[in-house]
Each structure stands twice: as C-alpha cells, then as structure tokens.
C-alpha cells in the first residue's frame, strides 16, 4: 500500500485524473465532490476501466420537531447536533423547524441551552466550544454576522410563519487568533416566504434542498412519524433523537442527492464496493 499525503489543491487532481487509479473514496464539500467526479470521468490514455466514486459530501440537515414532544428532549437533540464537534460534521444539524404551538417555549429554551455553553480553549476539558484558529474562517464568521444584520435576520421577535425555519444559531465564538470576539449572538432566520401551516409544510420546508444527507423528526404522532418515513428525503432519517452519531453496523451512514453517491459506509455491503467482482464457472462432467 502507497501513502502520499498532501492537500488536495496540489496532489487530488493527479491522483483522480492518474490512468492507474481505479476508485477513488472522497470525504468533504459538495463542490470538491463533483470535480472529483467529473475528472474520474473523463478517459485518459493507458486508462483501461472506467473510475469508481465513493463520494459523500454536505449536508443542509434539519430537525423538525411536531407541537406533541418533550421539549427539553427537543431542544438537548438541536443543541448536540448543531454544536457536537463544534457544528464540524456534514451531519450536523443546520436548520430547527418548529410548529407554531410550541415554537416560542422552544426558542426560549433552545437560546437558554445555547447560550450556557462553554466557549474557551480546546485544551480546556470543560470548553464545549473551541477557537477558530486562522484568519480565513474568521472573516467568514465577521461576513456572516453583517449579512445576517443586513437582512434583518438576527431578532428572534420576527414575524413567524406558522413553523419556523430556525438556523443554526452562530454564536460569538471565542477566537485565539488576536484574542477577538465575533460579534453578534443567535440569528434566527424565516423560511423564505413559506407560511407553514402543518405537519406536511414542515416536511416540504425540511426537503427544500439540494442535499439529503440526515434529518430527525421529535413527535410521539405515529402517523406522522410514519409520514416522514416515507416524504422526509435524506439518506439517514431518525425519530426522536439527535440526527448525529451514526453508528456502524447499527445504522450506516451515507445521503444521496448533492450529499453523495448514497454508499452507506458502515454497512454490510461497503467493502464490497472496494473491490472487484468475478464469476468462475465450470462444467464437470463424469
């Protein structure tokens, strides 16, 4: 087995687009994905077969929660999703879509849980939520903010449709670089112009997206919960629980769509997919 080891910006497009490379597995964003794709596409001389992708990408992942739940259940599902591993998971939640009857009790509870978390550095055991360590990411942090305010996006007051699209709240995160803070606090943003008015709106705003990775729907509605099963359209749907954590062999993880190739890593068949299929056959005759 050959290691090389390099960032993708130098060494990915030789090793995709190489005639001896057979199959290529690939982690990461939705953009990267595809020209990984592409490439692999594309014959090259000495080539002999045609390239293999396993690739899983983003995701725009949403937790719906029904006017029938426990609450705090609700909120502590939100919270691990959106802020385990600091929101760096492409099945992290992004996006809270709450029925009006419940939705005020819900914020409140949810901007109480959020704002309790621990925010200091990573090698403080008790930091829940880590520094963001170079200048890049910060400047998109400092963006977001502004365009939030722009679009008058960050006041919680906001005039709800009847379920509310709620997005990951952006927090002002401790950053290391200079000491500075991103200003700023929750943003709360509405779904476009959909006026939800019922469990079947929720679903439609939850599938309002180019991706299907993972979703969750908190509801003890046997029915609706059935409903989703069929209409909610990720590759990983759960009930009643945070829509991170996959667990090989118990539930194997993979999206479609522009989540990836629908390769359920962890499953059964997975490893099958690195390899190469034969048949022998023989006549035996007396």
């Known amino acids: 087995m050959n ?14 687009s190489h005639p001896r490379t ?24 000495g080539q002999i077969w045609m390239k293999r992708v396993i690739a899983e990408m983003g995701g725009k992942d949403a937790i719906v929660v029904d006017s029938d739940v426990d609450l705090d259940a609700a909120v502590a599902g939100v919270v691990t999703s959106a802020f385990g591993y600091q929101g760096q998971k492409c099945s992290a939640c992004s996006r809270a879509i709450v029925l009006e009857s419940v ?14 978390l621990t925010i200091g550095a990573a090698t403080d055991p008790v930091s829940e939520i880590g520094p963001v360590i170079t200048r890049t990411p910060r400047r998109r942090f400092l963006i ?11 006041s919680p007051g906001a005039n709800r449709s ?11 995160l401790w950053m290391c670089l200079r000491g500075a803070n991103c200003p700023g606090g929750d943003f709360w943003s509405r779904p476009g112009s959909h006026q939800v008015k019922d469990f079947d709106e929720a679903l439609a705003i939850a599938n309002d997206t180019e991706y299907g990775l993972t979703g969750s729907v908190y509801s003890r509605d046997r029915d609706r919960l059935e409903e989703a099963a069929q209409e909610f359209f990720v590759g990983n749907l759960y009930f009643n629980r945070k829509c991170t954590g996959a667990l090989v062999g118990g539930h194997p993880f993979g999206g479609f769509n522009m989540s990836g190739t629908d390769s359920k ?3 059964r068949d997975y ?13 035996v005759t007396g």
């Open 3 to 16: 290691f090389l080891p390099g960032p993708g910006s130098s060494v990915g497009d030789t090793l995709v």
């Open 271 to 283: 490893l099958l997919l690195f390899t190469q299929a034969k048949v022998i056959s023989e006549k």
């Open 162 to 172: 009847s379920a509310m699209a709620i997005s990951w709240p952006l927090r002002s």
């Open 22 to 45: 057979r199959f290529i597995a690939f982690t990461g964003s939705k953009d990267v994905g595809l020209h990984i794709n592409e490439l692999a596409a594309k014959r090259v001389p």
């Open 265 to 267: 890593a962890g499953g």
């Open 144 to 154: 977001m903010c502004k365009l939030a305010r722009m679009k008058d996006a960050c």
């Open 103 to 116: 939705y005020d009790a819900f914020l409140e509870r949810l901007k109480r849980r959020v704002e309790g």
